[in-house]
């Protein structure tokens, strides 16, 4: 039973159906509730899985909005623009490292109101386990990038850096999706 339950929190989001019913259970937990319940959770999230239906509307107007930006700072960087780029680039990692804290609970704003800032957020969607220490490396190195382009700091990085951080971000924006 436990396994199941794990299996259910790890794979869904805060608020959805599915974890919702668990936690429905959860807090019944009367004499009536039963492995079975469980089971009919997972087996409805297994069949969702299967279908690709793990997409919200949200998520998928928020991808194809940023994935432009991707493309905008990649026909930008071809042309020779590289400052511009890794500026939307960056950005639209920023926007999106946002998004994954909505998502999984995580806050966006400091005790006083004001927004963390990206790096912050970064660390602590990895504190989160939402990723590994790995990713959260990639992140900080490509806002570290980000940073330096609107800075004046153009030595500081090239051309090639700047491909890396718009196809490093459009990869991680699909592997973690907000």
């Given at each position: ?15 959805s159906?599915?974890?919702n019913?668990?936690?429905?259970y ?10 079975a ?5 997972a ?26 930006y ?15 780029a ?28 004001s927004?963390?800032k ?6 602590d ?17 490509w806002m ?5 382009a ?6 500081e990085y ?21």
């Amino acid at each position: 039973m436990y396994r199941i339950e794990s299996a259910i929190e790890r794979v869904t989001a805060l608020g959805s159906v599915h974890r919702n019913q668990l936690e429905l259970y959860r807090e019944e937990q009367e004499a009536s509730f039963t492995l079975a319940e469980f089971v009919g959770v997972a087996e409805a999230l297994r069949d969702v899985l299967k279908a690709g239906w793990t997409e919200s509307a949200v998520e998928l107007v928020y991808s194809d909005t940023h994935s432009e930006y991707l493309d905008k700072a990649g026909s930008l960087l071809d042309a020779g623009y590289k400052t511009p780029a890794a500026v939307i680039g960056g950005t639209a990692l920023e926007f999106h490292v946002r998004a994954l804290c909505v998502k999984h609970g995580v806050a966006t704003e400091r005790p006083d109101g004001s927004p963390k800032k990206s790096d912050t957020m970064n660390a602590d969607l990895k504190r989160a386990d939402v990723y590994s220490t790995l990713q959260h490396n990639h992140l900080t190195a490509w806002m570290d990038l980000r940073n330096k382009a609107p800075h004046g700091d153009w030595v500081e990085y090239d051309k090639q850096q700047v491909r890396m951080l718009i196809d490093g971000v459009h990869d991680f924006m699909l592997k973690y999706p907000a």
